[in-house]
Each structure stands twice: as C-alpha cells, then as structure tokens.
C-alpha cells in the first residue's frame, strides 16, 4: 500500500492551504461571530460569495464529487479528496467556500447520479454552481428513523401530482435564505413491493405551498445560522410525478448511494479538527506555567498529546483504507469500512478535542478557541446520518457472519 499522495493530491493541498491562510484562517473569528450574533440570525456572511468566486477562480471547487461522475465532477477519486477535506474541515463552515458542504454535497450525488435530464438540468447544474442550496428530508419525530423503513410520511400518487404529508425534524439547511430545494424521503405503500421497496424519494422546491417549518432546533445551544436544524411539516404538499427520483419505490436504493459518502466526509472533516485541537493543545502546555513547572513536563499532559496524535493517526488511515475501498470496489462493497470510521472518528475528535479543552482550563470551554465548538461537533456526529450503535449493530453482524464462515484454524 503506498501511503504518499499523488504529485497531483500535493499540488492541490499546497492550493488549498495557502488559500486557507490567506482568505478563511483570517476571516474565521469574523464569521464565527457573525453567524452567533441573533441580529444576523438566518442571513449569510456577506463576505461568503466573494470568498466562493475565489475558490472556484483557484480550482478549489467542487472537488468531493469522485470522478465516476464524469461531467460533474473535476476528476478525483474519494481517496484524493480526503487529505483536501481535512483541510477543509479545520475551520467550521469553510467546506461551504468550496462547494464541499453537506447536505449539498450528498444531494448533487444523488442528481449527478440518478436525476433526469431535467431534474439536473433545473437543480443539479445550480448546485454545482453554487448558486443555490439545497436540503434532505429524512429524519422525523414520531418513529426511529434510524431504521428509515420506518419513515411514515407519505408520497401518495393523485392523478399527474405526488400529494405529501408527513412530520420531519432535524432537517438542516431550511433557514438558508438560499435553499431552493428539498429532496424528501417519504412512503408509498405498495403491498405487491417487498418492504425495502416502499419509500421513494422526491424534490420539493422550496417556495411549494404546504410545507411549514415548526422551530428551529439547537444544537448543544447553537442554532448553526444561517442554515439551520427544523422541525417541520408538509401539509398536503403537491409535486408533479416528473419530481420523483429514479421511480417510485426506488427510495433505499438511492438512500444508500447517497449516504456513504456523506458520512465518510464527516469524518474526514473530524480528523482535521482533532488535528487542530492537538496543535492547539501543544502550543497551549509549551508555553503554560503552572505551579513552577511547564505543562508539557507534566507525565500526564505528554500522555494526553502521546494518545491523540496515536487515535488521530489511526483514524486517518482507516479514513483512507476506506476511501481507496470505496474507489476500488464501490460504496455497497466498502460498507463495512465506512460504518467502522464512522464509529471511530467522532469519538475520536469528541476525545481528542476533551484532553485539549483541560489543557486550557477554563478558556478551553468559551469561544477564544475552536476547540469547544470541534467537541460539540464531533459530539452531535455521533447521531448524524446514524447513531454509533446503529452502525455498531450492523458492523458486528456483519462480521459475525463473515468470520464465522471461515475455516476454523
């Protein structure tokens, strides 16, 4: 296995981190502020744009859709994007300023991949753009949606319309002033389909009449401005049947396309905030005077730096061992990898970031430093598109059984 980045993986790291010096490092205190301050609830940095026509000028753009896309994508492979994602992911929201954001990101996929001519030609194309923003209406309130057959919100057909009813909640992105779109995972209950053959998914613009948002929910106390978590409702909301994507009952079908490669970016954006809390860290007991006696000289603070540097560095190669999978043998086959990094990277950043906030005592729980807000990341992600059990319940049974047909020996 050959561990070194390709000449062309290099070059666009160099780009990319000189841009990050020189635009969003210096603007991250700025932003940090402005998307906290609840006179500017809901509306975006107005220095976003200018930022995003750099990124694109740079070749920075769009750079997480993996080159089975053809067209649509500028040609990496997700093991390329990885280290570029990491990068991305040390400051929070900067993914945005290069098109790599979620639930973007996961919903260009599932267009690039399974949309019509039409629904790309009207959706995707603005998207990759960057021109609008878009949502995924998945989660609800009422049933574990963590098993999403269990999703009850119906799409039924009514003549050339889909009438939509249903609860949703935990849908981020519907405060954006600029979402245009939604693409929602709903029943359409067919008795002759078996029962992964039930659920269809569907786009919604945004401006449809029915669909209402109940409250924005926090977050650990943030509200994440200006996109947003909701609740909401859809109240006989009417589509045309050319909305429907892929076709009728197809909804797992795309879900699982869909959602593999937006929890592995998670955790590629998790490892580079674990990486900055380290750095963070280390500056902090190099230079902190306590009781006469530097922290770095402390048997327990080099313990804590030892172990993080140990945990980052493993969750980085599993990160990576399941990009090449994914690249090498597709998404379904790569199942088992991406449901383990899944488990280990947010745990890990949620750790990591810990060992870092002691470090500072108390400024390590305020907003002076990033650190507080990489915990409560990586914290939230450990619920984020599945519940560490979830993923844990299905890895081990698929194990069990894998392993257990081996020869004993």
Not at 184 to 213: C, M, S, Y
């Amino acid at each position: 296995m050959d561990f070194a980045y390709s000449d062309k993986v290099q070059a666009l790291r160099a780009t990319l981190e000189a841009f990050m010096d020189e635009n969003v490092y210096p603007i991250e205190r700025e932003k940090y502020h402005w998307d906290h301050d609840p006179a500017h609830q809901w509306t975006v940095w107005p220095g976003l744009a200018g930022l995003k026509a750099k990124a694109r000028e740079a070749g920075l753009w769009n750079l997480f859709l993996p080159h089975e896309y053809g067209e649509w994508s500028p040609g990496l492979t997700n093991l390329e994007y990885a280290p570029l994602a990491e990068l991305m992911g040390r400051v929070f929201g900067a993914s945005e300023i290069f098109n790599c954001s979620a639930p973007d990101t996961g919903n260009m996929e599932v267009l690039a991949r399974f949309g019509s001519p039409a629904q790309q030609e009207r959706w995707l194309k603005p998207l990759l753009a960057g021109e609008i923003r878009s949502a995924y209406a998945m989660t609800e309130p009422d049933v574990a949606s963590s098993d999403a057959t269990n999703v009850a919100t119906t799409i039924e057909r009514d003549g050339d319309e889909y009438v939509i009813n249903g609860r949703k909640w935990w849908i981020s992105g519907m405060m954006d002033p600029r979402l245009a779109v939604l693409i929602v995972l709903g029943k359409t209950a067919n008795a002759d389909r078996p029962r992964h053959q039930q659920h269809t998914q569907i786009l919604v613009p945004r401006d449809t009449p029915g669909i209402e948002v109940v409250r924005p929910l926090s977050v650990l106390g943030a509200y994440h401005s200006p996109g947003g978590h909701v609740e909401m409702r859809f109240d006989n909301v009417r589509v045309p049947v050319e909305n429907v994507v892929l076709g009728e009952g197809r909804g797992f079908e795309i879900a699982q396309g869909r959602l593999g490669p937006g929890r592995i970016h998670h955790c590629m954006r998790v490892i580079g905030q674990a990486q900055r809390a380290l750095e963070y860290m280390a500056r902090r007991v190099d230079g902190r005077v306590a009781f006469g006696k530097r922290l770095a000289d402390q048997g327990s603070i080099r313990q804590d730096v030892a172990k993080s540097f140990c945990e980052i560095e493993m969750a980085r190669l599993l990160t990576l061992k399941a990009a090449d999978a994914m690249d090498r043998h597709g998404n379904k086959v790569a199942k088992d990898l991406i449901a383990a990094i899944k488990i280990v990277a947010p745990l890990m950043g949620q750790t990591v970031a810990d060992r870092a906030m002691q470090a500072f005592g108390g400024q390590g729980v305020s907003d002076d430093t990033p650190i507080a807000g990489i915990f409560a990341t990586s914290r939230y992600l450990r619920l984020a598109d599945g519940p560490d059990e979830v993923h844990m319940a299905q890895l081990g049974k698929l194990k069990i059984a894998e392993l257990a047909a081996l020869p004993q020996r």
